[in-house]
């Protein structure tokens, strides 16, 4: 689906302004030893995987890849009441 959404996005973008992919990797693309990917995960990659996400979702680390990905930060801090990092990370609570 986000391939999907991606080569549209490129071919059409009349017609998409944005995306945002999320868990774009599925988990049993990763071949851990030990889990075929079926939910729910033992204890040990269901504690690594939270705290990895917690740390994706980190206001700090959400700043870390929009300074990464904008030349500019007005490109994502446009006024003092939108903050993209809040919307992002909203998305994920």
């Known amino acids: 689906g986000g391939h999907l959404c ?8 009349d017609l998409i302004s944005s995306i945002c992919l ?4 599925p988990v049993w693309g990763l071949n851990l030893p030990g889990w075929d990917g ?32 904008y ?8 006024d003092a009441d939108a903050d993209l990092g809040s919307d992002i990370r909203g998305c994920t609570e």
């Open 22 to 25: 999320l868990n774009a990797t």
């Open 38 to 69: 079926v939910l729910p995960p033992p204890a040990i990659p269901r504690w690594i995987g939270r705290r990895l996400f917690d740390l994706i979702r980190d206001l700090g680390t959400i700043d870390k890849y929009l300074t990464a990905a």
């Open 6 to 13: 991606a080569i549209l996005a490129a071919k059409r973008p």
């Open 71 to 78: 030349h500019r930060r007005e490109a994502f801090e446009k």
